[in-house]
C-alpha cells in the first residue's frame, strides 16, 4: 500500500494488483481496454477510485484544494496497472443470477481440477481471438458453479471447496443464463483469470512454453497422457487439482531438459 500524505491528512492506497478490492476491479473493467490517448484521463478516474473519493467528503475537500499538477502526480500512483496484469486473489467470489447464487474459484485457481481448467482456457484464448461474448459466457459457466449439496465447512474431510464439481453437462445451461450478467462483471472476471494465468506462466515456465511451441490441441491429451499409476484413470487425472498437474508437468520438463543436455555434453 502507498500512504498519502494530504495537507497532514494521510490515507492509503492500492499499490499492486492484489491490493486491489472488488470495487475497485469493478470499476477498472468499465473502462478496459483502454485507448492509448485516454491514459493521462483514466489514471485520474482511477486514482479517485482507488482513494474512494465519492465517500470520503473530508477527502474530497483535500482533492478539490490541490492543483492540476498534484492531481497528475497521484495519478501517476495506478501505473501498476498498465504494467502487466498480476492479479492472483479472486476478487469476484460469487454471482447471482435470480435468486440463485454461482460461486467462482478460489485465489490462484486453488481449487481448479484440470478439466476445468482446460475447458475454461480453451474458451478464454477463443474469447480473445474472436471477441465473441458466447465464448466469455462459456469460460464464466465452467468457473462459476451453485454451491455443493451437502456442503459441511466443519467436516473433517472438508476440501475447502465450495462448488459444485464440474460437469460438463451442465455448461450449457449456466452459460444461457450468464448472457445476463452485467458486462462489467464479466470483465472483471475476465481481467481476473488473465492475471492468474500469467502467474501460472510464471511458475511454471516450462509447461506452457512447451504448449506454445507445439501444436496447441488443447489440454485433453495431457489427460490421456498422464492418466494412470500416478494420477488414476482418466476421469480421476481430469478432476485432480490443477497445481498438482502443472507442479507435476514442470519437474518432468526440467528433469528432460537436463537429460538432454548430459546427453549432449556426452556425446
Known sequence: MNTIGLDKY???????????TKRNLLFFATIFPIEKSQVREIKIRLILNLLNVRRNLRLQWKLFRCDDEQIYALSELTNFLFEGNELTKWLIPSVRIGWKTYYG?????INVSLIEFSKADTYYLKYLKTKDEAWLNKMIAVLYRPKKVPYRPKAI???????????GE???AREKKFT???????????INYQGVRNNLEKCYPHVFRTRKKGKNLGWAPIILELAGDKFGNEERTAHSRLHTILIYMELVAVQRIEQERKNKKNS
Open 170 to 172: 451442465h455448461v450449457a
Open 10 to 20: 494521510h490515507v492509503q492506497v492500492a499499490s499492486t494488483w492484489n491490493e486491489l
Open 105 to 109: 474459484p478460489s485465489d490462484n485457481l
Open 157 to 167: 474431510d472438508f476440501d475447502g471447496e465450495i462448488r459444485q464439481q464440474y460437469n
Open 180 to 190: 445476463r450478467l452485467p458486462i462489467p462483471t464479466k470483465k472483471a472476471i475476465l
